[in-house]
């Protein structure tokens, strides 16, 4: 038999039947949306890098261990070295980069560290001429293309 408690049931919204249907609802009013590609995030750098390997030999402050290596990537404001015992973000490093005959030397200070990867290194101030022969080294190769590939 039939009741009237039974008819009232009939008219009552069940939660589980409105949350999903609330949530196809705004699925699809998402689907229906213009679809922008995301945008990668705006560079930062004042100066454009260069994938360029140099011989760079690194020393952290109080240490008479030279690490010598590669730069896989250069700029006036800093590069990036491979290798594999990372030093400590803030460790303050003093490199020597190998352009021709010149050798410049710059104080700078670890801002990256990728562990087993590499470090970035940010240069702070150079000794002598270091600065101009630097600029004038990046000046004569183009700038490496950081934008995605699509």
């Known amino acids: 038999m039939f009741s009237r408690r039974d008819a009232d049931k ?5 939660p589980v039947w409105f949350a999903q249907s609330a949530r196809s609802d705004a699925m699809s009013s998402l689907d229906k949306q213009p679809v922008s590609p995301a945008m990668p995030p705006p560079d930062r750098r004042r100066y454009p890098r260069h994938g360029v390997q140099l011989q760079i030999e690194l020393r952290q402050e109080d240490s008479d261990v030279p690490l010598r290596l590669e730069t896989s990537d250069l700029s ?21 980069l190998w352009l021709g005959d010149s050798a410049v030397r ?10 087993q990867f590499g470090n970035g290194i940010m240069f702070l101030d150079f000794e002598g ?14 700038a490496k293309d950081w934008s995605p590939k699509g």
């Open 10 to 14: 009939k008219d009552e919204v069940s």
């Open 76 to 96: 006036r404001g800093g590069c990036y070295v491979q290798l594999m015992m990372t030093l400590p973000l803030a460790t303050p490093v003093t490199a020597t």
């Open 129 to 142: 001429d270091g600065e101009q022969i630097l600029t004038r080294y990046l000046n004569s190769i183009p």
């Open 106 to 115: 710059i104080r700078g200070r670890v801002v990256t560290r990728h562990p």
